[in-house]
């Protein structure tokens, strides 16, 4: 099928559109290098950020250990929460006001990565807390300059923190997810180790695995960038451009690496489904990075934001919570089952890629092909049934969809417009899968 074909242009319409890659080392034993990373940047006295579980594994003791022998003066901060919150980024901040750092490192999972950028941030141009977090809750102020130097390490594979400018975190007081968004807190290097996953519960693989999944069925299925309203100027082409000719190689290419791998790895913690487990993630952080997610994202800071008694296996159980992964995939298969009408050939390649079979299937199956596929896999993966499993009902589908409709950056990316009661509708059919 022509990939090609879906760039149509339309009057309004962008013609162009940007690359933006992170700088990234990747292969196993590759965190044994940072201390010769860490002086080409200039750092003398870094900040190592991490959390309470991975501080005491090997990665954090590779790290620290390479730092010192090249001579690089360190303090840990480990107090990162889990899916953080702006109280974890406040307390990130002080701990980097006070240490006088000229670099960062993180070594962890998406929570840990963006709490470092954060601290990076704040520390390095101090504001209300307010001002960077992205609008209508925040102010979108936009970062005044350069931050200092940060090498993100992740131990997970599924959120490409370290390929973002993105910071995501809880605001507490409104019970949402929300973020910060700049290419100015994308990690100076992410230094991408397979062996670093060797400790992951299988439950977290699972769910990383499926993120990777959703960012790159999201990406290559978000509307074209030919149809995103061209910016008034180039500097306002914003980083989530649509579904693009650059995303939709590296999206691909992670969708198979996820249909290939995901399963064995999760159901045999082998060590050679890793590498391409990890590779996936970092080929769809690169491709959604530019792209942009739509609903499956943008349905889940709802389902993680208004999170009742959901406490997973696998994850600290100090709160209740939805993690990332799984907030995004309990909407996937309803989402892709409604947005196939409008790109019917992407979501045939989408499941095609992902391992179902669809030879001699008619077009208008798409949508149901990939989504069952991707039922029978979270079947196969201990992964919830859907809202239900995460402990909402249909007394829950207003608050959901309250709290979804202003996602007006990742609604408008899919390729067709959604009115709250389809929205509603997309969070119903998400209830149960089985
Ligand atoms: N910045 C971005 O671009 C971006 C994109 C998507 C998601 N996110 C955010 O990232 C966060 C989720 O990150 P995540 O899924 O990477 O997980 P995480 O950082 O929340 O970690 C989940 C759990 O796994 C543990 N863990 C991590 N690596 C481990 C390892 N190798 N061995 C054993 N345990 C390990 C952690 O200690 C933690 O208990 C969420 O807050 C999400 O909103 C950010
Ligand atoms: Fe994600």
Redesign the pocket.
Known sequence: MDLSSYFTSKRGGDSSFSVEAPKIKFGPGSLTEIGSDAKILGMRRVAVFT????GK?A?VHTVTQALQKAGIDLATFDE?E???TDRSFKAATVFAKEGKFDGFVSV???????TA?AANLYSTFPDDFLAYVNAPIGKAKSVPGTLKPHIAC????????E????????LLERMS?T?IVSPRLRPSLGILDPT??????KE?LA??GF?VFS?SVESITARPFTHRPAPPSPSERPLSQGANPYSDINCLAAIRLIGDNLLDAVNTRKERYFRPLMFAGMLA?IGF?NAGCHLP?GMSYAV?GLVKDYQPT???TDHPLV???ISVIVNSPAVFRYTADACPERHMIAATAIGANTEGAPLKAAGTLLADRVIDMMRQTGMPNGLAGVGYSEEDLDGLTEKAFPQKRLLDNAPLTISRNQLKALFQGAMTYW
Request: with cysteine; net charge negative.
């Open positions: 959390d309470r579980r991975i594994l990665p990162t889990i899916e953080p962890g999972g998406g929570s840990v990565m963006d950028k992740p131990t997970t594979f599924g959120t490409a923190s390929c973002t400018g993105i910071a995501v975190f809880d997810k973020g670093t996953l060797a400790t992951l519960p977290i769910a990383n993120d960012h952080g990075g994202h993680s696998g994850w600290p993690p990332h992964g």
